[in-house]
């Protein structure tokens, strides 16, 4: 007809590789039906209904993971080169999904209350409105389609091949976590202010990542990982434009993990959330940002690694130190662990820091060993209650070991780990960190690593001294069972405790993952 | 000039000195004209603008009058043509009240952010083909672009910031609430003015105005009997629903009733314009039917053809779209559609605030997104060169479940919420002693006397 | 020749545009920045957006340009601005510093920042322009931009939805608010108003000598205030004063015009009485 | 004439920058957030004509689109927190301390 139509010869189909983005495309699937489930469920059946879909889409994804890393060796660019999948990226994948499936016995947790999340996000906190909707018993089931959409992003994100996917994967993998943050059901005041800053420093890093992208495709014409990357060996002139892209790049990604000097959110965000919500930031998205740092730095950078490593080497030294000191003078539980997760930032920076597969075998390992303790113990920490809800307060926990001795004794079994003594999970990981940075050779690196793990294991034994060496209260926080969580803290306790004492099958599970490094 | 070259050569996304000589039709058209010509259509379009709001105003006040068998005004000029005109003047010499408290800045920004974009808009309509002006072959139509249609909704987007501004700068409740109200409504009748739009661009191929009309020229030929008939080519009988939804957000976005909740006297005083008065408050008027005349004009260029003359003229007549016919049946066109909106005005009572959101957001853009998935799916299926008539049918078939569905749904559910069955009390005609008429009595209601009294009416027109 | 004389134009045209919109937009992002009113802040950034917008059209972006004003200016500003008020008309800022010399420092590292920035980019040896004609040429702009989304960056756009959904999800959750108890019907409304102390409407706003709006209290039979004759919006709103009320409270004001008011009608009477003393 | 919007793209992001740190509105940092967002696109946008790819453009349209749900989310948040305090300072938002 006219010259103006299109014709369809004109834009080729796409090709999308379903089969190997299937674990992604399972979990945004299950998203989609929660919030159609919101939709047009009756209110009684939703809780039901919306754990089953969000258990059935984390553990098909994980079950297909599991099939695409056994059917053959998988070194593929899916989505027309916009997703990379390949070992380290199933992995990691793999390990969120399984982290991201005990956050959610955590989050799907009824027998400590109604809910871990509020009655009703949009009534004011304190009203009559509020106190009625409690009454009324409902509640606000819009988190686990939340809670996968994160999961989604967070599965996209370390898979991502080129900025783009990376920067819409990590807002995907924000917009949901800022809303969870500030959807708790006690202190619902801390929860709102946790949320606005969070929300706040986010969006702020992901103009920095964003105007660092600007700047890489302005160096290289392409924002694709393996593009930059050729440019980089080939091109000359744009060198300004370069380092400043992969700075503010860095700024970008160093801040979703939480390194100094970007950690400020950190201990704020992980008091004010709801438990369930601080331990999947503190699991999943740590696993998945370091993820993301990997392909970067390893894909993206690698030929310019003489130029970006003193930077790495400031912040992992400042992150270890920073995190180990300041969380000696904190009293809230949930605070410590924030600090203590600022300085395992640090630890795995190191890894990063090596780049060589011996780093990135030992980062795999190291954050899968982290991520299931720290779940663990956050487990623990929604058990411990009063009249209140959680007992954050250091002081409330004196004397736990007296009167709950398997619960206190197994937050002590956590702690352990996070300092990293023999025969616990952390200690294999760390090693397996620090062993590749001396071969990297960062050797400076790991003797700050060492002493800092030093200074941290002081505030971890505090706590465990604490626990049992003094009196408890007499109106102390009662410690409640649930099915759920007790099931959280025992997968947590158990792979501890196994991939402390044997961590050769999983070692050679990430040695194996990181073979092959990751796709281009 | 140079700076307004280097502009226009921007947004055509083409360097067209050298696209310039050639091309009858499309965009290749437009960038070529000699400084004065612009200068000239642009002051053309200026004037018709004004004419069209004087005249919109004239007429809205004679056709709501006829309807309400009262005579309308009749004094000023023949038939009270002039009515308008002196109005206009009248208020412009009023004194120009600026209430103490509001924000000086803000509030003589406001009518001028709602007036200006409604001008700009225009540019883009199409009045006819190409003519000959000064021995210049020039398209009737000031500029087109390769986004033409997307400075309309732009320009309907800058628009809003007038009257929420002046909502605000008033620091009074009902020109806040007025000006926000405002806001809520055009965003949310935007998008599913937006999406109506989409489908005319998926038959169109393109987003120019100009295109959009050439693409509706014919239709696809198809022999019946031995003769050679066409198609219906017009956007309005291939595309009906993106029609329908199209006029629906055109009466939002207008805010003209049943949609003038921005400015309901009841409850508003009148909105965001109640502290304005004199030229300010013209200006808010001015903007109010310059947006009536151009979604009116944007309607006939995307659903009913633009320029291009109806069937029955085109067949006797070959000559009908050629020269500066096309103008004539613009008008036509145009003007029908200003009638409806007057004719809406004069019969529908205002909608209440949660309708006016429903409808937008609970069936405009819904049902929106259904036909737009639809369209492309059946656009897809024709390039890829399917049968069309199993897919025709079983979507057919889908409909005609979805409706029955509907149908027994709506029976079941609404016999489900039907009150419990308890008897009204019968009405005592004695209560308390003294005698009570029921309150359903026509005498009630004044059945059988004309009421022409609509005191909304009198205090805007 | 004509070829290199219509660049030159064109390269003069585009400093033109863009030393004057340049100038503006920094102008209005400082401005944005520095001004006490959140409504002036926004305005002065949707004036930053639609010389982007320009800069855009500029760079042979049309499509760009025209959703910028649309997406950007049209909406995303025009709910920043919907937020401001209706978390508070006059919502202006205080400018005390929390944190000693913050703003200075926050100042000194920008400075810092962007010397730094632009020291990189002069040093940088950026390649010709190419210009978009090649990547425009088989189809136009918007055509261009389909074909890349539809294809390279299918995935992205695809997950985009999901970041939609979220959005939308995310807003429901933090603004819907759930009915609890059933919507009183009509009936139910008016069976409550007979039983309940007032059956008639509120009492309307007071109309004086003086003082005739909406904040002004009616006087009751006794010369009292009565506090139900102003809206708790307006009530609230006014904040004590008003200015016409020339530093009086509102109350104040009422009884002040009550006694006026009782004043001039006893000399009224006084008068006529006097008056009809005459006549008699 | 890309250095020219290059430097003007390091100012205005820089200026958004200076915003977040020195303002104390909740909704004035969040402009400023997307002050620096727009300067990233203008970045975009002319690296875009100076390479001759559309890649520029595609991702300021992602960007625009992205903040376009970050903005409902984003204030969402703050109109909650502002329902259950009446104040958008962030000052005010200071029951997390260390």
Redesign the interface.
Known sequence: MTPGIIAAADIPAPHLEYGRLAPILIVLGAASVGVLIEAFAPREYRYWAQVQVALLGLVGAFAWTIALSMSGTPHHVAAMGAIGIDGPTLFIQGTILVLALLSLLLVAERRHEASPFTAQASSVPGSAEERESLVAGITQTEVFPLLLFAVGGMLIFPAANDLLTMFVALEVLSLPLYLLCGLARRRRLLSQEAAVKYFLLGAFSSAFFLYGTALLYGYAGSVRLSDISAAISKQAGGEPLLLAGVALLSVGLLFKMGAVPFHVWKPDVYQGAPTAITALMASCTLVSAVGGILRVFYVGFETLRWDWRPMMWAVAILTMLVGAIVAITQTDVKRMLAYSSVAHGGFLLTGVIATNKAGLSGTLFYLAAYGFTTVGAFAVITMVRDAGGEAGHLSRWAGLGKREPLLAGTFALFLLAFAGIPLTSGFTGKFAVFQAAVAGGATPLVIVGVLSSAIAAFFYVRVIVLMFFSDPAADGPAVVFSPTSTAAVAVGALVTVVLGVIPGPALHLAQSAANQLFVR | MSATHVLANGLLAASHTDTCAGKPYGLGAFGCDPWWLVIGKALVIFVFLLLTVLMAVWAERRIIARMQLRPGPNRAGPFGLLQSLFDGMKGALKEDVVPRGVDKIVFFLAPVLAAAPALVSFSIIPFGGIVSIGGHKTPLQLTDLPVAVLLVLAMSSMGVYGFVLAGWSSMSPYSLLGGMRSSAQVISYEIAMGLSFVAVFLFAGSLSTSEIVNAQAHGSAFHFLGMTLHTPSWYVVLLLPSFVIYVFTMMGESGRIPFDLPEGEGELVAGYHTEYSSLKFLMFYLAEYINMATLSALCTTLFLGGYRAPWPITGVWSGANSGWWPVLWFLIKMWMFIFFFVWVRASLPRVRYDQLMKLGWKVLIPASLGWILFVSTVRALRNEKHDMRPVMLVVAALIVILLLVSVIWERVSGKAEAPDGTPEPEPDPMAGGFPVPPLDAPHYHGAGTARANNSAEATRA | MSGVVAAGAHQTGESVIFWVLAVASVAAALGMILVRKVVYSALLLAVVMLSLAVFYAVNEAPFLAFVQVIVYTGAVLMLFLFVVMVVGVSSTESMVETIRGQRVAAAVAGIAFVALLILGFGHATLPATTGLKDANAAGGNVLGLARLIFTKYVFAFEVTSALLITAALGAMVLAHRERITPKPTQRQLSEARIRSDRVSPLPPPGTYARHNAVDMPALLPDGTVSELSVSPVIARRRGGTHEDLHGELPEVAAKHEATTLRAVVERQVEVDSKVEEKEK | ?????????????????????????????????????????????????????????????????????????????????????KS????D?N??K?
Not at chain 4, 46 to 56: I, P
């Open positions: 004439m890309t250095g020219h919007y290059l430097v003007l793209s390091a100012i205005l992001f820089t200026i958004g920058g200076v915003g977040v740190l020195i303002r104390r509105n909740a909704i004035v940092i969040f402009m400023c957030v997307e002050l620096m967002l727009n300067a990233t696109n203008l970045a975009f946008v002319s690296f875009s004509r100076m390479h001759g790819t559309l890649d520029g453009q595609i991702i300021a349209f992602f960007v625009m689109v992205v903040a376009a749900a970050e903005v409902v989310v984003g204030l969402a948040i703050i109109m909650a927190i502002f329902r259950s305090r958008s300072s962030v000052d938002a029951l997390l260390y």
